[in-house]
């Protein structure tokens, strides 16, 4: 794979100046507006861009009301009047590559990046380091988890080294697979018991041990993946378009999107998938259309 394309997102303003008559020049100035962004604990989308600086991971919550972004400064969420908002402080310097919230109970989330893994048991707002067996410090690029029965398997790439794994909901951690090129997303199939991974020059999944190549029909680079546990359907971003895995088939997608995608998520109720655009912006796909967030 050529490389993973990620993306910073900045604000342009353009002042024209104009000449204007000595009467517009008496007119007294209007009162400065009041942005969403100037109060505490509200943020433009924007702002979480220009904060967060890169985008690494998106989510949708099981309610279906909330995006979540991972970025290099922090994981936000939006609000459903449209705003958006850090989701802890504790997080607010940690670069987030990818997290985990418990089907079972929503409050336990795990959530992981250049810091190693952090576990939460009240919903995001306090967070604990947790990770024995991790390297240290471990830089992790990519996380993904699974609930299996009673237990919670938790998977990270920590980057030169390879995925570790853990079995009792992060608390220990081994080396699984080691990895000898970078792995930029992965995702549990629970279908199909596989750990699918989108590595540096191709689409994996290990099975008994030994890692196999996933062939995609006329895709050449693969941006991301991501596995619909509802259905056990995987898609995976390209720069052909999104592809989905139905039943061992490989189809694209038909909706076509406003722009192409380099992030893709699994959705929660009507809504099948979440993306980010090269522009940065987020879609859902609903009724086989997709639309922008918000």
Same mark, same amino acid.
């Given at each position: 794979?050529?490389?993973?394309? $990620?993306?910073?997102?900045?604000?342009?303003?353009?002042? *024209?100046?104009?000449?204007?008559?000595?009467?517009?020049?008496?007119?007294?100035?209007?009162?400065?507006?009041?942005?969403?962004?100037?109060?505490?604990? @509200?943020?433009?989308?924007? @702002?979480?861009?220009?904060?967060?600086?890169?985008? +690494?991971?998106?989510?949708?919550?099981?309610?279906?009301? =909330?995006? %979540?972004?991972?970025?290099?400064?922090?994981?936000?969420?939006?609000?459903?009047?449209?705003?958006?908002? *850090?989701?802890?402080?504790?997080?607010?310097?940690?670069?987030?590559?990818?997290?985990?919230?418990?089907?079972?109970?929503?409050?336990?989330?795990?959530?992981?990046?250049?810091?190693?893994?952090? +576990?939460?048991?009240?919903?995001?707002?306090?967070?604990?380091?947790?990770?024995?067996? *991790?390297?240290?410090?471990?830089?992790? $690029?990519?996380?993904?988890?699974?609930?299996?029965?009673?237990?919670? $398997?938790?998977?990270?790439?920590?980057?030169?080294?390879?995925?570790? /794994?853990?079995?009792?909901?992060?608390?220990?951690?081994?080396?699984?697979?080691?990895? @000898?090129?970078?792995?930029?997303?992965?995702?549990?199939?629970?279908?199909?018991? =596989?750990?699918?991974?989108?590595?540096?020059?191709?689409?994996?999944?290990?099975?008994?041990?030994? %890692?196999?190549?996933?062939? *995609?029909?006329?895709?050449?680079?693969?941006?991301?993946?991501?596995?619909?546990?509802?259905?056990?359907?995987?898609?995976?971003?390209?720069? /052909?378009?999104?592809?989905?895995?139905?039943?061992?088939? %490989?189809?694209?997608?038909?909706?076509?999107?406003?722009?192409?995608?380099?992030?893709?998520?699994?959705?929660?109720?009507?809504?099948?998938?979440?993306?980010?655009?090269?522009?940065?912006?987020?879609?859902?796909?609903?009724?086989? =259309?997709?639309?922008?967030?918000?």
């Amino acid at each position: 794979m050529k490389g993973f394309l $990620r993306w910073g997102y900045g604000a342009m303003v353009l002042v *024209l100046l104009s000449g204007c008559n000595d009467s517009e020049q008496n007119k007294p100035a209007p009162p400065p507006t009041v942005t969403a962004a100037a109060l505490k604990g @509200d943020l433009t989308y924007q @702002d979480v861009l220009e904060k967060g600086e890169t985008v +690494h991971n998106l989510a949708m919550t099981t309610d279906a009301e =909330r995006i %979540w972004v991972g970025t290099h400064s922090g994981l936000y969420s939006s609000t459903p009047g449209g705003l958006w908002s *850090l989701l802890s402080t504790e997080l607010e310097y940690q670069d987030i590559v990818g997290w985990f919230v418990d089907p079972k109970d929503p409050h336990q989330i795990y959530a992981a990046g250049n810091q190693g893994v952090m +576990h939460s048991s009240d919903g995001g707002k306090e967070w604990t380091s947790i990770g024995s067996g *991790l390297p240290s410090p471990a830089d992790i $690029r990519s996380f993904a988890g699974i609930r299996e029965g009673d237990q919670i $398997r938790l998977f990270a790439f920590v980057s030169g080294e390879g995925i570790y /794994q853990s079995s009792d909901g992060g608390d220990n951690w081994s080396i699984w697979q080691p990895m @000898d090129q970078e792995v930029f997303a992965m995702d549990f199939n629970p279908e199909e018991n =596989r750990l699918y991974v989108a590595a540096q020059f191709s689409l994996l999944y290990n099975e008994d041990g030994e %890692w196999k190549t996933e062939v *995609l029909p006329q895709a050449q680079q693969i941006y991301s993946l991501s596995v619909d546990k509802r259905t056990g359907i995987l898609a995976v971003a390209t720069e /052909q378009g999104i592809f989905e895995k139905i039943k061992g088939e %490989w189809r694209l997608l038909d909706a076509r999107s406003p722009e192409k995608l380099i992030m893709i998520s699994s959705g929660e109720g009507e809504t099948k998938w979440v993306g980010v655009g090269e522009s940065a912006l987020i879609y859902k796909l609903s009724d086989n =259309r997709w639309v922008k967030w918000n």
